[in-house]
């Protein structure tokens, strides 16, 4: 991506907008859903009302939705919510009205917009650091945690429709975990893996987010734009479905691969949200302040990205139907011209056959030279990864070492050295800085074991 030079527009907006206020929130049961509205304010110029609507299910905790107790968890969307249309113009003061936060949170929250912002910033040109980006004012009446009992046997697993989260419900459910399936804005990919997975749309919790369209305007009139830590508006979301649903824990499928900095020498990380640091920081804010029998953790976080593309292997009724391209999102392809897609290809070159490969991507992506860059970037001949949520170049190379850089491939081979790991070595690697709670971490080491998947 193009490093743009946004600094004096940055510092221009920010005097033209001095604040941002998170004024309210609301939500309601309306037609048999429960629906919730925020709203923004940008210094009294624009008004943002973005929402989420979330359908309720048979399974859910009648009693926890009747008993007025969603406050906390829908004013901690919006404060992930928010950071979407503060980026807009940056304002150096943020009021939150509706609760009043300690010390502790505010200085979480930074940490979190700031390193979660850390692509933003890089991208735009915008050079600032954590103490000065922002402050935070709140205001209002205290928040109580819950602290409802829920049941620890079942566990919500986020669906996106990529091979980490068919990995993530294939192994719990054939391992007879109650598994119900989360998704957050639903798309075809999404709901084809929960479908073939086994379980039905009515067994799923499904959360729609509807941006407000003023965001949109301001994009196209030239404010500020970027990536935002999507991740950690899921987390918070998930948090919700925990306590709606009466379940104690959330599974999701980040790999150890998502630590590493897209920028070397850095802290930018376009996969900062879904950090083993994000991770634990959050595990232990949700604890704290929202409900101490929420058990937050990446199930795949011992992982890499080469066990992980084998394990998937091992799930062949998936090969046609998952999708992990974010510009073919919106037609439900592979475009097979980003960094992403030939990620992919190359992390599944050593467990996956190249005819069946050519028929997911409908060509072979190493043998396209309109791909130089995105190869480059990959394996680390460029020093900045790109920004997607892909692998490390050592996984990268090490795969590519594995299958030949001959088969029909236009790019010159990246030979191992000192700097690269060894495929042997990665494939029998195991992360133990992880949140894993024992009887988890039990079916992902069965499942390392070739004799069990």
Not at 248 to 259: F, G, H, I, K, Q
Not at 344 to 351: D, G, K, Q, V, W
Not at 388 to 399: L, Q
């Amino acid at each position: 991506m193009t490093v743009r030079n946004n600094h004096q527009k940055f510092i221009d907006l920010r005097r033209e907008y001095p604040f941002f206020e998170y004024q309210s929130y609301s939500f309601c049961v309306k037609n048999g859903s429960i629906e919730a509205e925020f709203c923004f304010n940008l210094s009294n110029r624009i008004i943002f009302r973005p929402s989420i609507i979330i359908p309720i299910r048979d399974f859910f905790s009648t009693h926890n939705i009747e008993a007025n107790g969603l406050d906390n968890y829908i004013f901690h969307i919006g404060m992930v919510e928010l950071i979407s249309y503060w980026k807009a113009a940056c304002p150096p003061k943020v009021i939150i009205r509706s609760h009043i936060l300690n010390y502790e949170q505010v200085q979480w929250w930074k940490k979190l917009y700031y390193n979660g912002l850390g692509e933003f910033f890089y991208l735009n040109g915008i050079d600032i650091d954590q103490d000065s980006f922002m402050t935070i004012d709140s205001q209002g009446g205290k928040l109580n945690t819950s602290n409802s009992n829920l049941d620890r046997s079942k566990v919500l697993v986020p669906i996106g429709g990529g091979k980490d989260s068919v990995v993530t419900i294939e192994l719990l459910k054939n391992s007879k975990v109650d598994v119900v399936p989360l998704v957050v804005n639903p798309r075809e990919a999404s709901t084809r893996t929960i479908n073939i997975a086994g379980f039905t749309d009515l067994q799923s919790i499904f959360v729609t987010r509807k941006l407000d369209s003023s965001l949109l305007e301001l994009n196209n009139q030239g404010f500020l734009n970027g990536h935002t830590p999507f991740s950690a508006l899921l987390a918070f979301t998930g948090a919700l479905c925990c306590f709606i649903s009466g379940i104690s824990n959330v599974a999701l499928s980040n790999e150890s691969s998502a630590n590493e900095s897209t920028v070397p020498g850095s802290n930018v990380n376009h996969q900062y949200s879904k950090s083993f640091e994000f991770e634990e920081d959050f595990n232990n804010y949700v604890k704290k302040y929202i409900n101490k029998n929420i058990n937050y953790f990446s199930f795949l976080r011992p992982l890499n990205e080469l066990q992980i593309a084998k394990l998937f292997s091992k799930q062949p009724q998936h090969f046609v139907s998952f999708r992990s391209c974010n510009v073919g999102s919106k037609n439900d392809s592979w475009c097979g011209k980003c960094p992403k897609c030939l990620f992919t290809y190359i992390i599944l070159s050593p467990f996956i056959e190249t005819s069946k490969l050519e028929d997911i991507f409908d060509k072979n992506m190493l043998a396209d030279i309109s791909l130089e860059k995105s190869y480059n970037e990959l394996t680390g001949i460029d020093e900045v990864k790109p920004f997607e949520c892909v692998g490390t170049p050592d996984e990268v190379v090490a795969a590519l070492s594995k299958v030949g850089v001959n088969n029909k491939s236009v790019f010159k081979p990246v030979k191992l050295n000192k700097r690269f790991v060894s495929f042997k070595k990665l494939i029998n690697d195991y992360n133990t800085e992880n949140l894993l709670p024992d009887e988890f971490e039990s079916i992902i080491k069965d499942a390392l074991d070739d004799r069990k998947i």
